[in-house]
Structures are given as C-alpha cells and as structure tokens.
C-alpha cells in the first residue's frame, strides 16, 4: 500500500520532478562550462566584483574569488541556483502530499483504503523525498562530472558534502508545508508558509556577516546549521545537520498528528 | 449485531447543527435509503461513517466495531462529490485501488465495468458524468465489501445504466452484502430500498418501509363524474384532508387508506378517477410543518 502510494506520488509529481531536474541539471551544467573562461578573467572579475555592494555578495554568497573552483561554486552553484531549486521541488511536492488530494476532491475516495491516515501521509511524504533525492543525486553526479572536465580542483567529497548539505537544508522546510498542508488542507498556504520561511531565513543567514543586530538570530536559520560553505571546503557541520534533521522529525510527526484529526472538506 | 449502528451522532459545525442525535440502525443484508433534500445531512451521516470527519458527539460503529483501517477493507465507498484521477484510465484507476488495498484481483472489477457497459481503457478526465459514476461504482464493489456506503449513487446514469446498477445491488444484497445508499430521487428508492429513513435540517423525522410511508403520505384524488357532485359529500371521511369541487371534477387531498372516499364516489355516476402519485417534496411535507395541520 505504501509502495502505492509512493508510486502514484512520483507520478503525480513526475513532470514536476523532470522540470527542476532539468533546469538544475542545465544551469549547472552552462555555469561550469564557462568556469575556465571566468578562471582566465579571474583578476577582471575580482575587479568587477570589488565594485559591488557588500550587501549583494552577501545573498549571492561571494566570498572567495571566482578564480578558485570553491569561490565560483559557492557563487554560481550552491549560493542560490541548488536552494532554489532543491526548495522549489521539495516544498512544492510535500505541500501537494495531502493537501493536493484534499483540494482536489479525491482525498474521500483515499482515506476510504484500509490505510491509516498516518501511513498515507507518511506514504506521500515519503513520495516528495524521492523527489528530492532523485534531484539530489543527478544534481551530485553533473557536477563532479562537470568540476573535473572544468578543472575546478575541487575535492570530490567536498563536492558531495556541499550537495548533501544543499539537500539536507531543505528537509525542514519540506516538512512544515507537510505540516500547514495537513493542518489547513490548503497546497497554496502550504506554498507560500515554507517559502516565506526559507526566504527569511536565508537572507537571515546571507546577511549575518555585514550586520551585528543579527548575528543573535541566525541561529534561527536552518542555512546557518547547513553550512554548504563549510562543506563545500571540507568541513561539513554534521552536529547542524543532525539538528535539522530532527527539526524535520518534528514537523513531520506534527504533520501526522494533525492529519489524524483533520475534517477532510467535502 | 447491525451492519451500522450509530448512538446519539452529532455534527456541528460552529452553531449549525448539520446533523443532531441520529441512532441509525442498518440489519445485515438489507438496503437502507437514506432520503432528504440537499443539506438535510445525507452527506455528512454518510462521511461521518466512513471516518473522513468525525462526530462533534456520539458513537458509530460498523460490524459492531469502531472504524478502523482495518474494518474499511470490508467497506465499499462512493462519494457523492466524486473526483477521480483524470490522468488515469479506468484500468489504471481500479488496479491502484485494488493495490491499495492489498490485491491484484481485478476480476469483480472487470464483471462490472462490462455489465454497466464502461470502458476501462479511457483516462477518467475523458468520460462522461454517467461514465465516471459507473467507474466510482465499480470501485466501490471491486474488492467485495461486505458493507456499501453510497452517496446518491444512481446521480448521472442513464435509465439502462441504472436499471442494470439496481438489478446488481439486489444480486449484491442476496450475496450477503449490506447497502447504505442516500438520495433524493423516490423512484429510485422505491425500486432498491427495503427501508427508508428520511433526514431533515440534520434530523431523521420518520423511518419506514416505501410502502408505508407513501400510504401515508399526501395525495390527490381527483373524480370525474357525469353531474356535478356537491364538496360537501367528501368532507369529513376518513384521510380527507381537504375537497376542491368544481362543476363535474372534485379533487380530494387525502392521506392514508382511500377505500371509504373511493366507496362514497361510486355512489355517484363516476367516470374516472386518478392519483397523483406523492412526490417526495409532499412527502416531506408531510413531515415537516405541515403535519402539524394534516395529522
């Protein structure tokens, strides 16, 4: 049954999966085929660069120059295009979980199976998940490709701690539209609460360093625990991304408790 | 032990009370119809059953148990706001439900969809409102429950469609199955259903067999003579309610047995006589304010 129902969640979800694979997939594909071009202008760039408002390199997280295959990554790559993405098909897909059913009538005709409504949540969360990890691992596999043919000079493991850092961060955000969704049976709130969140949070994160006022809050953001810079240079935070992980855990069994009792509307 | 029985169920939302006290009791093997106008509490009793909402008070239980996952593999459920899947054909549609609930056995399935003529290699957004119905129906008998819940089932099938669709809940029923089906359509009631609670503004006010309540309920007997006969001649029978004389035509309102009314006009030149069957709007009527003034 929840084979099933996993099933028919990646189908439901199948053009949506294929769509941010896609555009994930070419972006980062364009962005480092020109890296030996940017590599050769390193000194223009850093010039150009040197020009811009503190405030801009700070949400684009450029840090280091994009001579270096770290510095162009986390610029091009992990700064903003991989959060979007990863958060565009994670949110998207758990606020569709129950809440997509409910909206569309036929969530009568499935809680009528000899299913628990835990498991059918459970079932779909676990749908969006798979999602998540199918992007993940195409998103992991283009770009050690990628890095090597362009010579970024990135360990690959570094490579792959950034990737599962990217994919780990999104998990919470994952998790409370799994959650307004069942709370509400409404997949728009369940959108827009998680993008709302994540964009605050990510500026909070972004903008830490050029702010004192905020350095007290940003333990508040789930980027600030992932640390993808950390991890893109070797030195993942496992202890954050256990927390986000057990953030995660949190908001999903939330998420059962209240579909268990959400009045389905008719 | 009852199929269904409910204790006291109550449903309110805010201050509107959308069902109050219902004790409903389906027997095994019989068809229940549960009968009212819209928003009477058909769909709520019948979601409330099948646990998609819950009681603001009161007790269900089905096979003397509380639902439970479980329990809803023995339960057949069609909604009466049926949404199916449009992407998927029928055949895509009845094996994700029979997976869903542990099978592969299209078989029943497959009788069905035949014998109500539907085809199953067509995506569900493609069929017409009959033809997804008669999909919603062939889910709901698929796995072979031993209850049917059905909320206004016969909505949208054509007269072969449901002449075939009735002579299959009689087969059903005499298998052993047990029918709880809503509606609003007395005709079809009247064909299927061996008893018949009718629901208003959240109340079940009477529970009877079809026979009986339609004796029972408001009629117009209309006699046409070869002279004029007098009102006054039909007043106070027995079940006369009320007589409209006009030349040679007199038209009694009339509850209950006829037979005196009927006695009382042959004694005149009597050409013809009709009756209008009730409609189910009299009969609930009958029910409501009026039966203040007709009992």
């Known amino acids: 049954m929840t084979t099933e129902l996993v099933t028919k969640s990646l189908r439901d979800n199948r053009s949506s999966t294929i769509g941010w694979g896609l555009a994930l997939v070419a972006s980062v594909a364009l962005q480092l085929a020109v890296y030996p071009t940017v590599r050769a202008a390193a000194v223009d760039f850093e010039q150009l660069l040197a020009s811009y408002p503190e405030a801009f390199k700070a949400v684009f997280n450029v840090r280091q120059s994009p001579g270096s295959g770290v510095g162009y990554l986390q610029g091009e790559v992990f700064g903003f295009l991989a959060p979007l993405v990863l958060l565009g098909v994670t949110i998207g897909h758990a606020a569709k979980a129950t809440a997509g059913e409910e909206h569309a009538h036929t969530m009568d005709l499935l809680l009528a199976n000899p299913v628990s409504r835990t498991r059918l949540l459970l079932g779909k969360a676990l749908g969006a998940l798979t999602d998540l990890a199918i992007i993940t691992v195409v998103f992991g596999a283009v770009l050690v490709v990628g890095s090597s043919i362009s010579g970024l000079d990135v360990p690959v493991s570094d490579l792959l701690g950034a990737v599962l850092a990217s994919a780990v961060v999104v998990l919470p955000f994952g998790a409370l539209a799994l959650l307004v969704g069942a709370l509400s049976g409404r997949p728009g709130l369940a959108v827009a609460v998680p993008v709302g969140l994540a964009l605050l949070t990510f500026l909070l994160n972004a903008l830490t360093p050029l702010s004192e006022s905020l350095k007290p809050w940003r333990v508040l953001s789930p980027f600030h625990h992932a640390a993808v810079n950390d991890a893109l240079t070797g030195d993942p935070n496992w202890t954050g991304l ?9 908001l999903v069994a939330g998420a059962v408790a209240a579909f268990e009792r959400r009045e389905v509307r008719s | 032990m009852n199929v269904i029985s409910t204790r006291q169920l109550t449903k309110r939302y805010g201050q509107t009370s959308a069902l109050r006290d219902l004790n409903l009791e389906v027997r095994p093997g019989e068809v229940y119809g549960l009968l009212g106008p819209n928003g009477a509490g058909k769909t709520t ?9 819950r009681p603001t008070r009161g007790s269900i239980t089905l096979f003397g148990e ?12 069609l909604p009466g706001d049926l949404v199916l899947y449009d992407r998927l054909t029928g055949a895509e549609y009845l094996r994700f439900c029979a997976a869903m609930r542990g099978t592969h056995d299209l078989g029943e399935a497959t009788r069905l969809a035949k014998r109500l003529d539907l085809d199953l290699d067509r995506r569900a ?11 919603g129906i062939v889910q709901a008998f698929q796995h072979q429950p031993g209850l049917a819940i059905l909320d206004e089932p016969a909505s949208g099938l054509d007269p072969l469609a449901q002449r075939e669709f009735h002579s299959y809940l009689r087969e059903y029923v005499h298998g052993g199955g047990t029918v709880l089906f809503s509606s609003h359509v007395l005709s079809e009631v009247e064909q299927v259903a061996d008893r018949v609670g009718i629901l208003l503004a959240g109340s079940l006010v009477v529970e009877d067999s079809v026979a009986s309540l339609k004796a029972n309920a408001l009629r117009e007997l209309t006699f046409t003579f070869a002279e004029p006969v007098a009102a006054a001649t039909f007043q106070g029978i027995q079940g006369v309610r009320s007589v409209n004389a ?20 042959a004694r005149f030149p009597l050409l013809n006589v009709t009756s209008d069957e009730p409609d189910l709007e009299e009969i609930f009527l009958h029910y409501t304010g009026d039966r203040g003034h007709d009992d």
């Open chain 2, 246 to 265: 006009d030349g040679t035509t007199v038209r009694c309102r009339v509850t209950g047995a006829v037979g005196e009314l009927v006695r009382t006009a």
């Open chain 1, 242 to 250: 256990a927390g986000l992980l057990v953030v995660t855990g949190l």
């Open chain 2, 125 to 135: 957004g493609e069929l017409s409102k009959g033809n997804r119905q008669k999909l």
């Open chain 2, 66 to 77: 509380p639902m439970s996952p479980r329990l809803r593999g023995r339960i057949g459920y």
């Open chain 2, 45 to 53: 009793t019948l979601r409330l059953l099948i646990d998609v909402i």
